[in-house]
């Protein structure tokens, strides 16, 4: 069992930066694989970026890569992700996601799931 939060979402203009936070509790998060994951309005959930269970390899979607950055401090039970040069077709909500596996790169990878936070770009 395991019990994920994220945070820090908002409101940004395009171009700007925001850095969502995901809490993890309820067992080893060193031995999590974690990852990040968006679903827009009418779309399918996709993923977003993730990272091992040491924080030793880092995964991005084609669309993120460059842009978004996803770190993990083992000491603190939490991940992040950092997003610079926002655009408006990033306007999501961002699933954190958690899997006993050594990295979570699809949705059918995920064990656990937070509730989400909303992301909205403006133009």
């Known amino acids: 069992q395991v019990q994920l939060v994220e945070s820090g979402g908002g409101l940004v203009q395009a171009g700007g930066s925001l850095r969502l936070s995901c809490a993890a509790s309820?067992?080893?998060?060193?031995?999590?694989?974690m990852g990040w994951f968006r679903q827009a309005p009418g779309k399918e959930r996709e993923f977003v970026a993730a990272?091992?269970?040491?924080?030793?390899?880092?995964y991005y979607a084609d669309s993120v890569k460059g842009r978004f950055t996803i770190s993990r401090d083992n000491a603190k039970n939490t991940v992040y992700l950092q997003m610079n040069s926002l655009k408006p077709e990033d306007t999501a909500v961002y699933y954190c996601?958690?899997?006993?596996?050594?990295?979570?790169?699809?949705?059918?990878?995920?064990?656990?799931w937070g509730p989400g936070t909303q992301v909205t770009v403006s133009s």
């Open positions: 996601a958690a899997s006993t596996l050594r990295v979570v790169v699809t949705t059918a990878q995920a064990d656990y």
């Open positions: 309820g067992r080893t998060f060193s031995l999590l694989g």
């Open positions: 990272i091992s269970w040491s924080g030793g390899s880092t």
